[in-house]
């Protein structure tokens, strides 16, 4: 009797330790699957290319169409363009001028136009590849496609504000220069930088450009504005970075915008300032 009640106690205690073992390991169990569905998010890469060029340039035109059509191809989610203009052409800016230095150095004699930069220093195309327009098309078009198979590291978001800012102005000789006010739409862009990869990134700044179209050859989003780089701490996993900037170039009401004086564009990327290399970029709607 006592012997069968001996029994009856140890299987009890083994029921009792068993389920506790059985319950231990599968509270392990879900705390791994959880860690394993915890990947990075994933962002489709948008491709910034710089054209930088000269008015005169011979070869400029070729390249300025071949990169004009791929930027209609793909539209502004997968790859934007901008032309920046050197060196006293009319349309050039102290800022497109000092970008070009900063990318192939003051004193370099690799210096000349067309050149193309993809993505920064990632991708770098001086001249033309050949005579023939369709071959330097498909020789863009690769690169391209290329850079958007990569992984994006970052995620970036902006939104535009025009801010009114009231100044005052005079009116002609015939209203005796009374002083009137007339309201200028500035625009403010705020946006965020986020890491959604699992690797810390270091040496990044966040930047940006203004842009202005004209249905004009060699005018299609030239630079306007550049604005100064915001530079980032070192951006852990997960984390995100805040910016804002204000243009100095004063925003057309779309009513009143014509071919003539141009329609704006605005473009943010995120940028390594040691490599160069820009790791994503923003058309702002």
């Not at 001086?126 to 020789?139: S, V």
């Not at 002609?172 to 990869?197: A, M, P, R, Y």
């Not at 057309?252 to 820009?278: C, M, R, W, Y």
Request: with cysteine; glycine share 6%; aromatic share 10%.
């Amino acid at each position: 009797m006592i012997m069968n009640i001996n029994k009856k106690i140890s299987i009890s205690i083994f029921l009792i330790i068993f389920f506790l073992i059985l319950s231990i390991n599968n509270i392990f169990s879900l705390g791994v699957f959880a860690q394993n569905t915890n990947s990075p998010k994933t962002v489709p890469r948008t491709v910034l290319v710089e054209l930088f060029i000269q008015g005169g340039c011979p070869n400029c035109p070729t390249t300025e169409f071949c990169l004009e059509d791929l930027a209609w191809e793909y539209g502004t989610s997968k790859f934007i363009l901008v032309e920046e203009h050197l060196w006293g052409d009319g349309y050039d800016t102290p800022e497109t001028n000092a970008r070009y230095d900063w990318y192939v150095g003051v004193d370099s004699d690799k210096k000349g136009t067309p050149d193309v930069f993809i993505d920064g220093l990632t991708r770098r195309f001086q001249g033309l590849f050949c005579d023939c327009a369709e071959e330097n098309f498909e020789c863009y078009k690769d690169a391209i496609d290329k850079e958007l198979t990569r992984t994006s590291l970052l995620e970036l978001s902006a939104v535009k504000t025009p801010h009114p800012q009231r100044v005052e102005e005079a009116k002609g000789e015939d209203k005796k220069g009374e002083l009137v006010e007339q309201k200028i739409l500035n625009i403010i862009i705020e946006g965020t930088v986020k890491n959604i990869s699992n690797i810390p990134l270091e040496d990044l700044a966040v930047c940006g450009m203004v842009a202005k179209e004209r249905v004009v050859v060699g005018l299609y989003n030239y630079i306007q504005d550049i604005f100064p780089f915001q530079k980032i701490p070192t951006l852990l996993p997960g984390t995100t970075f805040c910016f804002k900037f204000i243009s100095e170039i004063s925003l057309i009401p779309e009513s009143e915008i014509d071919d003539e004086k141009g329609i704006l564009h605005l473009v943010i990327f995120a940028q390594n300032t040691e490599t160069k290399e820009i790791l994503q970029a923003l058309y702002v709607e």
